[in-house]
């Protein structure tokens, strides 16, 4: 998760691709529009350890508007792990 926010916070178009999972993976991501990303916070994670193929991870990404306010984006992101290494899924409703 962490990861992925950087690679959002820098515009990484290429890692973001890369760390989705084929099955839900978009052709392209456009970062165009892309806020200025302030700071992460983990809210809970669920499962997602050494002995898992799933986890959840819930939270708050805040960014910078472009008047100068402040904003959040709030999820709960679902992870799968092939071959050792975690994608991510989707984001839960």
């Known amino acids: 998760m ?23 993976r978009p052709v392209s991501v456009d970062l165009g529009q892309n806020p200025d990303w302030q700071g992460l916070q983990i809210v809970d994670t669920v499962d997602g350890g050494p002995d898992d193929d799933i986890g959840i991870v819930e939270f708050r990404a805040s960014y910078s508007t472009p008047h100068g306010g402040l904003g959040v984006h709030h999820e709960r992101s679902r992870f799968i792990r092939e071959d050792g290494r975690w994608y991510y899924l989707d984001a839960m409703s």
């Open 2 to 24: 962490r990861s992925r926010f950087e690679a959002f916070r820098s515009g990484d178009v290429e890692w973001l691709l890369a760390s989705w999972h084929l099955s839900t």
